[in-house]
């Protein structure tokens, strides 16, 4: 395996950020309090993006025997959509009732499974990449990022709009949440290899600065389990 490049070795260890973060939240989830079932299953699919993290930087920043970049590249940005789509679930789950959850499950999954489909085609070797979102010599997003976006900005939405039915004491947290989130998103508009006075990796950065987020979500989920326990 060839050496990694500076870039590719910090957004390598930064990448087992986001996997240790999923690997907190479950921890807490058993060591604290158990959460339900939806928000488990989206502390997995944290760990699992993780996973998907280190692997794409580690094998997939420079040519080598454990497969092409872009196989690696499309695990690690399709099962982003999937953590996405998991938190969009459990807002869901969350704050609406009957047929709005029946509906908005279809059209959330079918989101995901075009945003994951589209990823996979522009990720082949025989495709012509294309920034969908170009930001100049920054970077830009390409598709599956995109898909990303704006599936998390849907779950965003989903909290928004049941705002009032959220605890006091969470909803401080779910503006954090979603502070860290925008800052995470400037930071990941930046191509792998933007590195900025001398010492500061863009794109890894986002990895720290996203795990401390999904930990920050976990708390959220974790006061509105405590709140709904105690008053029945």
């Known amino acids: 395996m060839d050496a990694l490049p500076n870039y590719g070795l910090a957004n390598t260890v930064t990448g087992f950020a986001t996997l240790f973060a999923g690997a907190t939240c ?65 807002a869901l789950a969350e704050y609406y009732r009957g047929p709005a959850v029946r509906r908005g499950r279809l059209l959330l999954t079918l989101a995901m499974l075009v945003g994951v489909a589209w990823h996979f085609y522009d990720r082949l070797p025989t495709t012509e990449r294309r920034y969908l979102v170009p930001l100049g010599e920054w970077g830009g997003f390409y598709p599956g990022e995109s898909c990303l976006i704006a599936l998390s900005f849907t779950t965003v939405g989903l909290y928004v709009a049941r705002r009032a039915s959220i605890p006091d004491r969470a909803r401080p947290i779910l503006w954090t949440v979603v502070a860290i989130f925008l800052v995470g998103l400037l930071l990941a508009t930046a191509s792998n290899d933007q590195i900025v006075a001398p010492f500061i990796p863009v794109h890894a950065l986002w990895h720290v600065v996203g795990a401390f987020g999904f930990v920050f979500f976990w708390a959220f989920a974790h006061v509105c389990e405590t709140e709904r326990r105690a008053t029945g």
């Open 26 to 90: 479950l921890g807490l989830c058993w060591l604290v309090q158990r959460q339900p079932r939806h928000w488990e299953f989206a502390w997995w699919m944290v760990l699992v993006t993780g996973v998907f993290t280190v692997t794409l930087h580690g094998f997939g920043e420079t040519v080598s025997g454990y497969g092409p970049r872009w196989f690696w590249a499309f695990l690690d940005t399709g099962s982003n959509i999937v953590v996405a789509w998991a938190l969009a679930l459990a």
